[in-house]
């Protein structure tokens, strides 16, 4: 069970935060040529964090259009672990993500209906470790990527509670991938695989992240209850890898104001 603390306070106070804290659970597919010429698919956790929150105090009796910048956090950590079809081999994964974006918003409706459109810039590594075969143990991807980021957002309300129907979508514009010199085994030595830096983006690397979540405020909590989905598909022309992955999310949402001129 998470706890969700709402603190509401003036708008005298300063920006209003928003934090999310979500687990998520689900599948994975995972394909490394360097590992194994087989697919493999399996289960995934993760923990993430995301935070909202306008750049500038918002006045809920003037709606001011130069106010409407604001930006994102997130901070995902997740663990994987993953069979091949034949049920053979295994491979277990880590993997750490992280991202900034700034963005403008549109909004119709009494406030009801919101659209938002902006960069947003992550990073990302993740690590992979093939169970039984010592010639290739380990194999990592690192990226850092110029993501376009759209979403929407429909609020509505009942009696004593309140809902709000989000959709946001991520996908990568331009950025930089790494592929480690990997270690020569036995069978590489006349052809190993060199650590490479090179500039990515749609016509090499391709990323898709997007998720469709339901905000669910109560009198005393409130909660997210959504999915998500993340497909990377990149590689060279003797090098393929692709990532697809399906989620359940559950998570807990909290309001709060920081008051900027008092001393600890």
Known sequence: MLLCLVCPLGASEGVE????????????YQLDTYLSPMAYNGMQLSIGNEWWQPFRPQNDEQDNPSDRWAH???????????????????IYGFGIAGGWGAFYYWQWLDNRLKV??????????YVRELSSNVNKPLS?????????????????????TSYRLNYLLRTNLIGFDYMPDYWQSYYELS??????????????????????????????????LGAEH??????????????????????CIWNYRIKANNRL
């Open 17 to 28: 935060h928003t934090n999310i804290l979500k687990l998520r659970f689900g599948w994975n």
């Open 72 to 90: 994102v956090g997130r901070l995902d950590v997740r663990g994987v672990s993953q069979t091949n079809y034949a049920h053979t081999n295994r």
């Open 116 to 125: 938002l459109l902006g960069p947003y810039l992550e990073t990302e590594l």
């Open 140 to 160: 990592v991807d690192i990226s850092a990527e110029i993501m376009a980021m759209t979403g929407l957002s429909w609020s509505f309300h009942g009696k004593k």
């Open 191 to 224: 052809q190993g695989v060199q650590g490479t830096a090179r500039c990515s983006g749609h016509w090499n690397h391709h990323t898709i992240k997007h998720e469709l979540t339901l905000d669910m405020q109560f009198p005393h909590s409130t909660w997210r």
């Open 230 to 251: 993340e497909y990377v598909n990149y590689g060279t022309k003797d090098l393929h890898f692709v990532r697809n992955q399906v989620s359940l999310v559950v998570g």
